[in-house]
């Protein structure tokens, strides 16, 4: 049997992998977008080895990733038993990987802008309860406060 494993990734994927018979760690570079085929002709059982060594990492089967939404799970290799991974495969995966980055970068930023308008208000207390101290007091002083609630001379 024949093992194709195939990179949805924007960069070089090196797909590691150890066979059972062979203790020693074996690679073959998978250049963006494409496929390569698995040396050798492979048993059932190895290509469920080599697939289960990966599989922490994210691999799924080809046919997993097509007309399925998988929200936020980035796929960066599939694989596909016996024939090459679909083209229409392939760049299905590669168009949800890029769909679920930029999800994840929105989902960041809304997170970080509520981060920062929940922080502002405490720094503008500090700042106001600085200033207001200064001037009910009479005291004139050569102190200032920064913007981020920082006293500077």
Same mark, same amino acid.
Request: charged share 25%; net charge negative; aromatic share 6%.
């Given at each position: 049997?024949?093992?194709?494993?195939?990179?949805?990734?924007?960069?070089?994927?090196k797909?590691?992998?150890?066979?059972?018979?062979?203790?020693?760690?074996?690679?073959?570079?998978?250049?963006?977008?494409?496929?390569?085929?698995?040396?050798?002709d492979?048993t059932?059982?190895?290509?469920?080895?080599?697939?289960?060594?990966?599989? =922490?990492?994210?691999?799924?089967? !080809?046919?997993e990733?097509?007309?399925?939404?998988?929200?936020?799970?980035?796929?960066?290799?599939?694989?596909?038993?016996?024939?090459?991974?679909?083209? =229409?495969?392939?760049?299905?995966?590669?168009?949800?990987?890029?769909?679920v980055?930029?999800k994840m970068?929105?989902?960041?930023?809304?997170?970080?802008? !509520? !981060?920062?308008?929940?922080?502002?208000?405490?720094?503008? !207390?500090?700042?106001l309860?600085?200033?207001?101290?200064t001037?009910?007091?009479?005291?004139?002083?050569?102190?200032?406060?920064?913007?981020?609630?920082?006293?500077?001379?």
């Amino acid at each position: 049997m024949k093992l194709f494993v195939a990179n949805l990734t924007k960069q070089r994927f090196k797909f590691h992998y150890r066979l059972p018979e062979n203790p020693k760690l074996l690679d073959q570079d998978i250049p963006i977008g494409k496929q390569i085929q698995i040396a050798g002709d492979l048993t059932r059982d190895v290509i469920d080895i080599i697939v289960s060594q990966h599989e =922490d990492y994210g691999i799924l089967a !080809a046919n997993e990733v097509y007309g399925k939404s998988h929200d936020n799970i980035k796929a960066p290799i599939v694989y596909s038993v016996g024939e090459p991974v679909d083209l =229409d495969k392939l760049f299905y995966g590669i168009s949800q990987n890029d769909e679920v980055a930029q999800k994840m970068a929105d989902d960041s930023k809304v997170a970080t802008t !509520a !981060a920062i308008l929940e922080a502002l208000p405490q720094a503008n !207390a500090v700042v106001l309860d600085t200033v207001s101290e200064t001037t009910e007091h009479g005291v004139t002083t050569s102190k200032t406060v920064s913007s981020m609630g920082r006293k500077s001379k």
